[in-house]
Structures are given as structure tokens and as C-alpha cells.
Nanobody, 118 residues
Framework: QVQLTESGGGLVQPGGSLRLSCAAS???????????MGWYRQAHGKEREEVAR???????GYKDSVNGRFTISRDIPNRTLYLQMNNLTPEDTAVYYC?????????WGQGTQVTVSS
């Protein structure tokens, strides 16, 4: 059973950067390579939304509002998913979750708080 653990959140000023990490355990790198993985976020009082995803083949996709500012990547041997976030704005404030999107069942991490404020 795969488990996901996020880290790297924190408080950052507008215009700053953060890199989130998501460590996958309970699986081998060969299995991690086959997963569709993604980053989601949930702001206070709002629904959870998908921010970025990466396919098993490495194709990436982004929510329009983060395209060009955020980059999703993965380190397959170390079974780690990343989200590099640049030029952050207060609207990016949320709890960020990583997820194994496919194959089902989906798996979620516990989340890491990102707060963008001056």
C-alpha cells in the first residue's frame, strides 16, 4: 500500500518561491514510474482543486492560473514528487496535497500548508 508524505510548505512573501516534496513509500521505483501523480490544493472555505499532474510518461499539465509559475517533476529512483512554485501570490495560499491519481484507488497525503503573505 503506497503512502504519501508531503513536506516543504511554509510562510513566504508575495513573489517568493517554495518547493514542495512528496515522498512515496511502500512501493518500488518501477511501480512509482507507472503512476499518474498530481498536486492539489484546498484554500480555506473552498473546494479542493487540481494544480498540476504528471503522467507515467512524464507529460505534465497545469491549472491555468499556475501555468508558467509552477513546475511539477519527479525523481523516480527516490520515489519523490516535487512542485516548484515561483512568483507566489496570496491567492496561492492553501493546503497542498499530493495524490496518486491513477491507477485507482487514489491515494492522498496529509497535506502541507502554504501561506503567501507579507
Amino acid at each position: 500500500q503506497v503512502q504519501l508524505t508531503e513536506s516543504g510548505g511554509g510562510l513566504v512573501q508575495p513573489g517568493g518561491s517554495l518547493r514542495l516534496s512528496c515522498a512515496a513509500s511502500g512501493i518500488t521505483p518501477n511501480f512509482f514510474h507507472t503512476y499518474v501523480m498530481g498536486w492539489y490544493r484546498q484554500a480555506h472555505g473552498k473546494e479542493r482543486e487540481e494544480v498540476a499532474r504528471i503522467s507515467s510518461g512524464g507529460t505534465t499539465g497545469y491549472k491555468d492560473s499556475v501555468n508558467g509559475r509552477f513546475t511539477i517533476s519527479r525523481d523516480i529512483p527516490n520515489r519523490t514528487l516535487y512542485l516548484q512554485m515561483n512568483n507566489l501570490t496570496p491567492e496561492d495560499t492553501a493546503v497542498y496535497y499530493c495524490s496518486k491519481i491513477a491507477p485507482l484507488p487514489s491515494v492522498w497525503g496529509q497535506g502541507t500548508q502554504v501561506t503567501v503573505s507579507s
